[in-house]
């Protein structure tokens, strides 16, 4: 049976990790799905993958190797991931700043990146992976994901700071929030409040805060088919719907038809999977 579903973590490692996301698509007729172009999104992730691998490519003409588990940084840009015939992914959403303080790495280092988890974060990734290939039951992979995130927090000396949980609100809030007013609660200077930021999120706040306004407006779409785009501009923070058209071009290349239409293409569709 296909699958998707995103859970949450548990209390300890909640201030690291937003939420843990499943896929599995089985395809059993002889051809192999299209590519899923994956448009910006508020995120840094860890993936696994225990079955089949996925192809990426970038439209600059970037194509990673294959991996069975990546680091995937914040991206901006569209990056096109075609899926072998059972594909399963566990994947970790960390919470902005997360991965920097269970790592130290500077998040602005990985953008738009997709690299080899276990060049950068060591062995422990291959012999999770491993471990995962030979459960079953997608459940029964949580403790395991979660035992080596909670390895990781005890190894880290990285706490928890005023601005992470400012990233933290810019992504669950449906406000607006001014850049002296993000710095003032960081208990940082503006400039200090955008250097840090970017250490730790990846991109500056104004720039974050555009894709994921972007993001809302691209899971609505996917949520309400039928709405029409000028209300999903309204209520999504646009002042009009030419001002989500821009942001629509400069993140995908496309108008919001276009590339809603590209994504009904999209592999998981087959089975009836939106994300929303």
Known sequence: MPFFYDLQPSLALKPYVR????????????????????PPRPEVTLSFYPRDSEK???????????????????????SHRLVGKEFLMVQVVFQPGGLYRLTGIPTIDLNNQYFDAEA?????????NQRLSNIEDYPKMIPLVEDFLMNMVRKSSYDIRPIDKVGIAMLESKSHYSLDWLAKESCLSSKQFERNF???IGINPKYFAR???????????????NKDWLSIALECGYYDY????????????????NFYLQDTQSPERKFGIVEV
């Open 198 to 200: 970017n250490e730790r």
């Open 242 to 257: 030419q001002h989500l058209v821009r942001d629509y071009k400069e993140f995908t290349g496309m108008t919001p038809a």
């Open 120 to 128: 950068v974060l060591g062995n422990e990734v291959r012999n999770l």
């Open 211 to 225: 894709i994921i306004r972007f993001d809302k407006a691209f899971r609505m779409k996917n949520a309400f088919p």
């Open 19 to 38: 939420l843990y996301r499943f896929m599995h698509l089985l395809f059993t007729d002889s051809t192999l799905p299209p590519a899923k172009a994956y």
């Open 56 to 78: 990426v490519s970038y439209e600059d003409g970037r194509q990673p190797s294959s991996v069975r588990s990546a680091l995937i940084g914040q991206q901006n840009v569209v």
